[in-house]
Nanobody, 114 residues
Framework: VQLQASGGGLVQAGGSLRLSCAAS????????MGWYRQAPGKQRELVAM???????HYADSVKGRFTISRDSAKNTMYLQMGSLEPGDTAVYYC?????????WGQGTQVTVSS
């Protein structure tokens, strides 16, 4: 499984961005997909995830502001981010997990200026 993340950038507080994660094949029916982020000096943390059946889970810090989705026809997962805050600044990674196997994208930088 190969994952390619894109869509990061510099945005002002209150703005929006949409991240994309293109998968190398049709994996959404088997893999749990997720977005993680890692800020400087901090551990990588789960932002949002979507399981094979379509249920979603969000970190408390992003609930109501971020939306995770996937397009099986395009083999692409998205993270729509709104009402961005400086605290959302981090490198964002997409992840695909099946049992003990986990695959990571290369990361995309999101910087939110105040």
């Amino acid at each position: 499984v190969q994952l390619q993340a894109s869509g990061g950038g510099l945005v002002q507080a209150g703005g929006s961005l949409r991240l994309s994660c293109a998968a190398s094949g049709s994996i959404f029916s088997r893999y749990v997909m997720g977005w993680y982020r890692q800020a400087p000096g901090k551990q990588r943390e789960l932002v949002a995830m979507v399981v094979t059946g379509g249920s979603t889970h969000y970190a408390d810090s992003v609930k109501g502001r971020f939306t995770i989705s996937r397009d099986s026809a395009k083999n692409t997962m998205y993270l729509q981010m709104g009402s961005l805050e400086p605290g959302d600044t981090a490198v964002y990674y997409c992840n695909a997990k099946l049992g003990v196997s986990a695959y990571w994208g290369q990361g995309t930088q999101v910087t939110v200026s105040s």
